[in-house]
């Protein structure tokens, strides 16, 4: 099975879940922590957001691939056709 998250994806959870890890310990839990809460919220959802995206568009690209090969049957069935009225 293909992997869910790509590197890139990856690479920003972790950097992202490490900078809020730092400020957790340099800011302690005062009113500065709300916003990074708030990045860091912010970062996964538009990681789900991508990831959604690239879901929905490869339904559309099977979907495509689905209507050309029909389209292409139709095509050759339509040629052979007139081949034979020949």
């Given at each position: ?6 590197l ?11 900078v809020?890890?730092?400020?957790l310990?340099l ?17 996964i ?13 490869q ?20 040629d ?7």
């Open positions: 099975m293909k992997n869910k998250f790509g890139g994806n990856i690479i920003i959870i972790s950097l992202t879940f490490i809020f890890l730092i400020a310990f800011k302690g839990f005062t009113h500065d922590i709300l916003l990074e809460i708030g990045v860091l919220l912010v970062s959802k538009l990681i789900i957001m991508n990831h959604k995206t690239s879901l929905v568009n339904a559309l690209l099977d979907k495509m691939n689905e209507i050309k090969k029909v389209v292409d049957e139709l095509k050759s069935d339509n052979q056709s007139r081949s034979n009225k020949k």
